[in-house]
């Protein structure tokens, strides 16, 4: 390989180091999606329409019916791709395990923008808080020996 942030495969492809159908980690994303064999071009007329969204990152899939793409999941998700897609005419791959992969892709992607949203907790000072409690509980671990009557050894 000469690249080692890519796999080579064959007619000239090349597709992202990351697997497309796993989740991944941080905001840049490379999936790959797949069309039905039917009708015949579907995967270069979206790459035309996809390639000219900004950001977007487009190149030819592993098969002549996919195409690989890597985007930011704040400014896109899988799900409105496909949704955008599949409202301009295309057809998806609808077997039982894209279905499946698809759907797993979407809760990963949703669940994260979520998280994204949230805002930030303050993790520094967050354990005081069980710490006031602790001590306002009445429990066997509380010393009522005032401290400078206590015998250390």
Not at 135 to 140: L, M, R, V
Request: net charge negative.
């Amino acid at each position: 390989m000469s690249d080692t942030s890519h796999r080579r495969f064959g007619r000239e492809h090349i597709a992202p180091k990351h697997p497309p159908f796993v989740p991944q980690p941080g905001l840049q994303k490379h999936r790959e999606l797949r069309f039905n064999e039917t009708p015949p071009g579907q995967s270069e007329r979206a790459s035309a329409l996809l390639a000219a969204l900004e950001g977007m990152q487009v190149a030819p899939g592993p098969d002549a019916n996919s195409l690989c793409i890597s985007y930011e999941v704040t400014h896109y998700t899988f799900h409105g791709l496909e949704r955008a897609l599949e409202a301009q005419g295309f057809h998806l791959d609808n077997s039982l395990y894209m279905k499946f992969v698809r759907a797993l892709l979407h809760f990963c992607e949703s669940t994260q923008l979520r998280n994204l949203r949230q805002p930030e907790r303050l993790i520094k000072n967050s354990h005081q808080v069980y710490v006031q409690a602790w001590e306002q509980h009445a429990h066997g671990d509380h010393d009522e020996t005032p401290p400078e009557l206590r015998e250390y050894k």
